[in-house]
């Protein structure tokens, strides 16, 4: 009856503990940060919501990549008004 009992307070311990999360960008410091801000702004939400959100936080910043600064020039500058051709003709998309 003791390791039934074992069993399932260890069974329970066990489901209780949320999984390490890992990142390739972020150390384990600012895990625990995301973690606790989540904590922090969703106490309502269960622990193991909690923890997928911060999962979701964590791999979405691992996603992101660096994109050097600039500029650039945006909008329609038009189509070649015959195939090989340098003169740009403006296209109406109003019709």
Do not use: W
Request: proline content about 5%; charged content about 20%; glycine content about 6%.
């Amino acid at each position: 009856m003791q390791k039934i009992i074992l069993f399932t307070l260890l069974a329970g311990l066990t489901a209780c503990s949320s999984p390490t999360i890992t990142s390739e960008s972020l150390s384990p410091s600012e895990i625990n940060d995301i973690r606790a801000r989540v904590a922090e702004l969703h106490p309502d939400l269960s622990t193991r919501k909690q923890h997928e959100v911060t999962q979701l936080v964590v791999r979405a910043l691992d996603n992101m990549v660096f994109i050097e600064g600039g500029t650039f020039i945006m909008g329609d500058f038009g189509m070649p008004c015959e195939p090989g051709s340098t003169q740009m003709c403006q296209i109406d998309y109003d019709t």
